[in-house]
């Protein structure tokens, strides 16, 4: 492939050419990591990533020489503020100079590059997919198995399926068919997070009208690709279906890899461009909001935490799942790991605010099941590029709220207000030990002392505004019990209820500090 073709798929957001540099139509066929230790070799139309080196450096610059000696097509580099034009003078117009987003991963740099080469199709012709080849291989699978058999991908979407005449079929096969996807119902979903979790062929009974299946996940280097699926119309063959399916895999696999590659390369971009517009600084040069501009209006979800002592996680299998749900809702769904959490900006058109709570609650039903440990989902909406920032602010702190308090849930900022402008106080201080007004630390210290709940009975009392029966009812006492304990609170620790500020600091100071009790609805 050229230069040309892989400057355009891969996009300027990521990747711009010095201008005066290189030859549009010079082929390029690989990616090559500079290792200063090592003595570079010749790669005929390699491109070469200047990890680490500064674009002036005269070590940098004696590098992009002998690699134009050595046949490179380009050599990459960041700006990080430094001028590139003395690299591009360097360079001449033997190879081209290209300037990475300073804020672009060089992993997913290399990574991107590397696809964009593997799946064009005068470089990788055979993991090029048909969707002929892949339905003859679902007929060919068929008439070994003598089964109705389907393709899927992970989305639940239908790829391809056999039509050999005389094997039985049910409507659940007919109905997906048609639609070209699975319906999400509640008993598919335990399915197909077996299969999510499977190496082997899954057997799965059969219930009402819909006949016995077997379902073999298709992975490479153990990333799900999608899945086989075959009917077992008498409910007898399981083992020699799976069988089957097992040798047919790996076919399928390559297949669907190959689709996988196409379909990563706007994932890689989307992913790099969110994780950016996410970050603390702009790459220099590069307005990342003008690819993002195209997905708004759109809502951002956070799903963590991540980083957690209740579980071991596996950040990049994690990612993966839920990116290939967003997709699933929309192609165009942008997905990346940042710091403590999964981000997805899921573009609004055409999908309602009750699917996207759907879509966050069956995400996180997925990301338990796969780390077994919970998880909670922060959304808010995003109009405008310049909003993503003070959305993700909004997201981080609605989810260090779940976390605080230990109770994870789908939360939406603007709905949920209230939770986010409370951790913010929290942040500030407003509970810190420095901060707590003598009452209530004469009370905290008398509960720790002898394992009274005069906190718990006090912060009941101002959470129902001093309904005695509900907030007795909300500490399972009777409301005489209740009245008791407030006329010892008042007398002993000086609690002045009569004081609108004095309440308000005592309520605030003592929800900031609670981690157990259900706000009031």
Not at 198 to 215: K, T
Not at 380 to 391: F, I, Q
């Amino acid at each position: 492939m050229t230069l040309a073709t892989l400057l355009e798929a891969v996009g300027p957001d990521l990747l711009e050419l010095v201008e005066g540099t290189g030859d549009a139509a010079a082929t390029v066929r690989d990616s090559v990591i500079w290792d200063r230790a090592d003595v570079l070799t010749p790669s005929a139309g390699g491109v070469l990533l200047l990890v680490g080196g500064e674009a002036t450096s005269p070590e940098v610059l004696a590098t992009i020489e002998v690699a134009a000696r050595l046949g490179y097509a380009a050599v990459a580099l960041k700006r990080r503020g430094a001028d590139t034009t003395m690299a591009g003078a360097v360079a001449g117009s033997s190879i081209a100079v290209l300037v990475v987003a300073d804020d672009a991963s060089w992993a997913s740099v290399d990574s991107l590059v590397a696809s964009v080469i593997a799946s064009h199709p005068e470089e990788q012709a055979t993991l090029a997919i048909d969707h002929g080849d892949l339905f003859a291989i679902a007929n060919a699978i068929a008439l070994s198995v003598g089964a109705a058999v389907t393709i899927e991908d992970p989305g639940w979407h239908v790829l391809a399926y056999s039509s050999v005449e005389g094997h039985p079929i049910d409507a659940v096969r007919q109905d997906s068919i048609l639609g070209r996807r699975v319906r999400r119902l509640d008993p598919y979903e335990s399915e197909y997070r077996a299969i999510a979790r499977s190496q082997e062929p899954v057997y799965f009974a059969p219930y009402d009208d819909v006949l016995a299946r077997v379902a073999m996940p298709v992975r490479a280097s153990g990333r799900l690709l999608g899945s086989i699926w075959a009917i077992d119309a008498d409910d007898t063959r399981r083992d020699e279906i799976g069988v089957v399916l097992e040798r047919a895999m790996p076919s399928v696999a390559l297949h669907l890899l190959g689709a996988a590659h196409r379909g990563d390369l706007a994932r890689y971009r989307r992913a790099e461009l969110l994780s950016i517009q996410l970050g603390v600084r702009a790459p220099h040069g590069v307005d990342v909001s003008e690819g993002l501009r195209r997905l708004l209006p759109a809502t951002l979800l956070a799903f963590g935490p991540l980083n957690r002592a209740d579980g071991v996680i596996d950040d990049l299998r994690l990612t993966d799942a839920v990116a290939a749900s967003a997709e699933s809702l929309r192609h165009d769904a942008s997905c990346a790991r940042v710091a403590n959490a999964i981000y997805v900006l899921l573009p609004a058109e055409r999908v309602e605010a009750p699917q996207r709570r759907r879509f966050a609650a069956s995400t996180l039903e997925v990301l338990e099941q796969l780390a077994g440990v919970p998880f909670g989902c922060a959304l808010a909406e995003v109009a405008s590029p310049d909003a993503v920032t003070a959305a993700r602010a909004d997201v981080d702190r609605t989810l260090r709220a779940m976390v605080r308090r230990g109770r994870y849930a789908v939360l939406d900022v603007d709905a949920d207000r209230h939770v986010t402008v409370l951790e913010e106080l929290v942040e500030l201080g407003v509970a810190s030990d420095a901060n707590l007004v003598a009452p209530l630390r004469a009370l905290f210290a008398h509960d720790a002392q002898t394992g009274s709940d005069y906190a718990a009975t006090l912060l009941a009392h101002l959470d129902y505004g001093g309904d005695v029966r509900r907030a007795a009812a909300a500490r399972f006492v009777h409301p005489n019990s209740h009245r008791y304990r407030m006329r010892k609170i008042v007398e002993h620790f000086g609690v002045d209820l009569e004081d609108p500020t004095a309440r308000l600091v005592l309520w605030l100071q003592l929800r900031a500090r609670d981690k157990g009790s259900e706000t009031p609805r």
